[in-house]
């Protein structure tokens, strides 16, 4: 099935900074996600984005579909952006019919 | 307000019992998922339906079932032959018709084995 591979595994900031978190997959797909999980465990819907770019407030992505990765950027960052981030894709082969995740990205944001 | 419910929030159980984790969904969603979350990993899917009275097993199912006789409602089921059933659940729910539509989650339960 598609592998979908997230980087980097973890990252520190200091609120304020800007951070490119990276999702790479292994084949085309016809939807991809971007959540971030909260420390409660519930899992937001930041974007839903298999192509192009789209913004909201101090986040935004690309999804470049051909070259088969998708970028979140996340502008002065706050403490409340805490938590992990995950990419999730649809694939448009056999395996298209659930969302595969990769391991998440793991944001700190200290004060 | 719309949205997923899942109840419990947490739920603890001891070794040999069977044990029901609801999930409620007023979106008028078709389909609707359960995931698995083990810590510091993503999510597995365990079960999905895409219409009343029909699922499927997803990438893990073995020790887990499902029924789905309303719309609104996917409750899952961890049996006494799930051998290591101490997780993260969540379950989400897609709008629209195609496979490729946008999925929402549920608050989750948290699975304690004792």
């Known amino acids: 099935g598609i592998q979908v591979e997230q980087?980097?595994?973890?990252?520190?900031?200091?609120?304020?900074a800007n951070s490119t978190l990276r999702c790479n997959f292994s084949d085309s797909v016809n939807?991809?996600?971007?959540?971030h999980q909260n420390p409660w465990g519930q899992l937001i819907n930041l974007f839903y984005i298999p192509s192009g770019t789209k913004?909201?407030?101090?986040?935004?992505?690309?999804?470049v579909a051909t070259e088969r990765y998708s970028l979140l950027y996340i502008s002065s960052s706050q403490t409340t952006d805490s938590g992990v981030y995950f990419c999730a894709v649809v694939g448009s082969g056999g395996s298209n019919y659930k969302l595969t995740f990769g391991k998440g990205t793991l944001l700190t944001v200290n004060p | 307000d719309g949205g997923i419910?899942?109840?419990?929030k947490y739920l603890f159980r001891k070794e040999g019992q069977n044990v029901t984790l609801s999930c409620e969904q007023n979106l008028n969603h078709d389909a609707m998922y359960w995931y698995r979350q083990d810590p510091g990993q993503g999510l597995r899917l365990i079960y999905y339906s895409q219409i009343v009275n029909d699922f499927q097993k997803g990438d893990i199912?073995?020790?887990y079932s499902v029924s789905r006789?309303?719309?609104e409602?996917?409750?899952?089921t961890v049996t006494s032959a799930q051998k290591n059933p101490t997780a993260f659940y969540l379950c989400a729910s897609r709008v629209?018709?195609?496979w490729y539509n946008e999925q929402f989650f549920g608050p989750g339960t948290r699975l304690t084995v004792l």
């Open chain 1, 7 to 16: 980087s980097p595994p973890d990252l520190i900031l200091q609120e304020g």
């Open chain 1, 31 to 35: 939807n991809l996600q971007w959540f």
């Open chain 1, 55 to 63: 913004q909201n407030g101090r986040l935004s992505a690309t999804t």
């Open chain 2, 5 to 8: 419910t899942q109840s419990p």
């Open chain 2, 61 to 63: 199912a073995e020790g």
């Open chain 2, 69 to 71: 006789e309303k719309k």
């Open chain 2, 73 to 76: 409602s996917f409750p899952l």
């Open chain 2, 96 to 98: 629209g018709q195609g």
